[in-house]
């Protein structure tokens, strides 16, 4: 059975799909496919074709209808008759099993969906032990109801019990049965010792995290690629990766940071991003405890970002799912010196939305009411930081009374 974890990056072409439904409009579909083509950049794809269908949902069958696919397919055979071959087709959500099967049948291409793409990446992307396992278990959580696709190519052979071995003879399904239950069972053994493994490695951040002292923990939370790394850098004064294309964080980093000689504890977390795939969520809840755990949640949003509104929005309803929702937090805005608008012209009638607001305009909306807790920042250029650097310790401060209330005597000896 070859084993489900990618190494490297190959650079191959790419063809992307999506839909575009009651619940999705063509805005948020170009949206979604310009995420989906990063992340097939960020795993070393290039991406030279996009097609769409305008659809009441995905078909049960081949997620698009006939006619797209046929007109896929028609694509793929003309850039090869032109020898410029297409490596793969990635859809923009997570294909069923039958799905697969039947959109490989027509395309004759490698089918990714967005959550395999994303799990790729991870395997990428992983370093150390505790990531590398997470991974693998997501990988095979999301493989294992897939199997029986992976089986197709023993129709072909010939066998079995039954007589004359023609194609569709019951004797003909037994090896393929046979080497698909042994598949599975070789793989639920696996995913039971990597749940142990995980297990163990979780009891002993448990323990990690205990012997820490009294400190308030903070927690760098946001969606991918919006600069909590850098972040993270600047004010730890630390050399944390950070990169610009997508999942350049995944194992918890955690480092003891001291503003004006007050110590706290700073993690920077793996980024969330929209269709978050369950079995991702569900294999990196040791990593994620760290957010479950801190006392402050600083949430870093690329405003420069033309669809940052969404992204707050993914990443609370992660924060949500994880039991954070009501956890002390702040905003903090990055790449200030990155945002861009256009001005809306003085004879256009249409209402202002938000790409016609400067900088100064977006901050005296729903933003100003936050006060403190929303500040607007560039790590990369070091604006505003000074200021993150107060507000954090005057939070911290606040965070710490309250928390070992007899310990406010350190305070004094702090700010003397």
């Not at 039958?98 to 990446?121: A, P």
């Not at 990597?194 to 308030?216: E, F, P, V």
């Not at 923990?217 to 790394?229: E, H, I």
């Not at 920077?268 to 795939?277: A, H, M, N, Q, S």
Request: a negative charge; proline letters at 3%; glycine letters at 6%.
């Amino acid at each position: 059975m070859k084993e489900f974890v990618i190494t490297e990056a190959q650079t191959e072409t790419a063809v992307l799909v999506g839909l575009i439904t009651p619940e999705q409009d063509e805005r948020k579909t170009t949206e979604y496919l310009d995420e989906l083509e990063f992340l097939a950049t960020t795993a070393g794809a290039v991406t030279v074709k996009r097609f769409t269908q305008r659809v009441g949902g995905p078909n049960q069958v081949t997620y698009v209808g006939k006619g797209k696919l046929d007109e896929i397919r028609a694509y793929i055979v003309a850039e090869e008759d032109a020898d410029r071959e297409v490596g793969m087709v990635i859809f923009d959500d997570e294909l069923s099993a039958k799905q697969l099967r039947n959109i490989e049948q027509v395309l004759k291409v490698k089918i990714l969906d967005r959550t395999s793409l994303i799990l790729d990446i991870f395997a990428m992307r992983a370093q150390t032990s505790n990531a590398k396992t997470q991974v693998e278990l997501a990988q095979y959580r999301y493989m294992l109801p897939r199997l029986q696709r992976l089986w197709t190519h023993l129709e072909r052979q010939g066998g079995g019990s039954g007589s004359g071995g023609g194609k569709g003879s019951v004797g003909l399904r037994g090896p393929g049965e046979t080497q698909l239950e042994m598949d599975r069972r070789i793989i639920l053994n696996r995913m039971s010792l990597l749940k142990q493994r995980l297990a163990d490695i979780d009891r002993q951040k448990s323990t990690q995290r205990g012997n820490r002292g009294r400190m308030i923990r903070v927690a760098l939370v946001g969606y991918t690629n919006v600069g909590k790394s850098t972040l993270m850098n600047l004010l730890s004064k630390s050399e944390v990766f950070a990169e610009n294309k997508l999942f350049a964080t995944l194992d918890t980093t955690v480092r003891k940071v001291i503003i004006d000689n007050l110590p706290f504890l700073l993690s920077d977390t793996v980024g969330f991003i929209r269709k978050l795939p369950t079995d991702l969520i569900e294999s990196f809840k040791s990593t994620l405890d760290e957010v479950r755990e801190a006392d402050l949640l600083v949430h870093v949003v690329d405003i420069s970002h033309p669809d940052f509104e969404e992204q707050i929005k993914v990443v609370d309803k992660t924060l949500s799912d994880l039991s954070c929702a009501d956890k002390p937090s702040m905003l903090v805005f990055n790449k200030v010196d990155a945002y861009t608008f256009t001005p809306k012209d003085p004879d256009d009638l249409t209402p202002v939305s938000r790409e016609n607001l400067s900088l100064a305009d977006l901050q005296q909306t729903w933003m100003a009411r936050m006060g403190e807790d929303c500040l607007f920042i560039s790590a990369r250029e070091k604006t505003n930081c000074e200021q993150l650097r107060q507000v954090l310790y005057d939070r911290v401060r606040q965070l710490h009374v309250q928390k070992y209330p007899y310990n406010d005597f350190l305070f004094q000896h702090y700010d003397e």
